[in-house]
């Protein structure tokens, strides 16, 4: 029997891409999956009718991360519906959109991740865990420059993990565990294909460095996979073409 059978997850951003990728493939594992999305009901309702039509258990609640009230109450829905909290994967991110404001990257990817974590404690179980996902460009931000159109959204991500991880102690003192999933670039995210409309090019050169990039399915496997796995808190899995990042960070 799965690790996940009979748990709850909440996975933030998860109407689509590896979100919603991540959150079937949990439900496979037998964990009941409450799909976060900020506006686009319809798709979200989309991945839930997926997953009860493949025999799991799934709702769909709306909040945006960055309003506090709504994400309160997402993690209670967890927990009003299901009966549990028992993994957090804070997947959603953002920043490169134009039209929410010069800090928006920042309240998003650390200010919103901080306060979900709040939340989500409040509920976590006892040998729950909480999943951060990131990039590569992000999670080696101080020591490998990446594209100045990420600069500041790879900043505002390494700010989230940092404060994150600043609270394992926190965490540890409840029994929840805390992992890191850093990826690289991931073919056919709105992320990559913003970054490659900004520098035409970038993707097929990040591609070339990496020697392949993981599909968003193929790495949504491996936060999946890190949701239950035997490592400890505070771990780092580093998925796919890093090591180029690491030779830089250690050179």
Known sequence: MSA???KTAVVTGSSRGVGASTAK??????????VNYRQKAPRANKVVAE????????????????DAEGVRTLMRTAVDTFGSLDLLVL???????TSMGEDYALRLNRDAQSDALSAGLEHLSEGGRVVFVTSH??????????M???????RSKRAGEDALTARIPELSEKGVS???????????TVTATLLNRAQPGALEARREAAGRLYSVD?????????ASADVPTGHVELVGGAEDFLASAQG
């Open 51 to 66: 997953i009860e039509a493949a025999g799991g258990k799934a709702v769909a609640v709306g909040a945006d991360l960055t």
């Open 137 to 146: 460009q992000a999670h080696f931000i101080h020591e490998v420059e990446t």
């Open 25 to 34: 493939l949990l439900a496979e594992q037998g964990a009941n999956v409450v």
């Open 91 to 97: 997947n959603a991110s953002g920043g490169m959109e």
């Open 4 to 6: 996940l059978a009979g």
């Open 178 to 188: 805390f992992v890191v999933v850093s990826g690289d670039m991931i073919e056919g």
């Open 218 to 226: 193929e790495f949504a496997a491996e936060v999946a996979r890190m």
């Open 148 to 154: 100045p159109e990420y600069e500041a959204v790879a």
